[in-house]
């Protein structure tokens, strides 16, 4: 039984395809390479993320939080995406899953609901509930959270970024996680 007070926020994870690791330093210009692809922001509240100086402020306070994750091919080591946890409740064993974003050639398959899997199987070791702030108009990020048996729980504004931004906010129970599984 793990820890119930310390949980590890930015576990090592190794799955099928995919290995998540803690994001470094080091992780910045092949994680950007990734970034610099406009249309991997066209339905996010930050539309400009492709942008070094936006990437550089976002992988800054990824860096800063604490439980930020690298995504990477398996197989290859390639760096295809990042992800992390973040607000962490031990009172409501509540944290929340976000600032996911994967390379266009890992969308559509396999890629996030592995990445899903890993990240909710760690979470569920400490949570209860599991929530995903996704923008409003990100209607491919909703649409993924659903297939992996989230639930659309509420539309508020959350200091996101700078400005802060209106966000929906799917939930996911260890309950319905493992009938999903």
Request: charge should be positive; proline fraction near 6%.
């Amino acid at each position: 039984m793990p820890n119930l007070d310390t949980p590890n926020w930015q576990p090592t994870l190794h799955g099928e395809h995919l290995a998540l690791t803690p994001l470094g330093e080091a992780d910045f210009e092949a994680l950007y390479a990734v970034a610099r692809d406009p249309l991997l922001w066209e339905q996010h509240p930050e539309p400009t993320r492709y942008q070094r100086p936006v990437f550089e402020r976002f992988f800054a306070a990824a860096l800063a939080s604490g439980g930020a994750l690298c995504v990477r091919e398996a197989a290859s080591g390639t760096v295809i995406g990042s992800s992390r946890f973040y607000l962490w409740n031990p009172d409501a064993r509540t944290v929340v899953i976000g600032y996911t974003f994967l390379a266009r050639s890992h969308w559509g398959g396999a890629t996030n609901r592995e990445l899903k899997n890993l990240m909710l199987a760690h979470a569920f070791r400490w949570a209860s509930v599991v929530d995903f702030h996704v923008g409003p108009n990100n209607l491919r990020s909703q649409r993924a959270l659903e297939r992996i048996g989230a639930r659309l729980q509420e539309r508020r504004e959350l200091v996101a970024g700078d400005p802060a931004t209106t966000r929906v906010v799917y939930r996911i129970s260890r309950t319905e996680f493992e009938a999903w599984r």
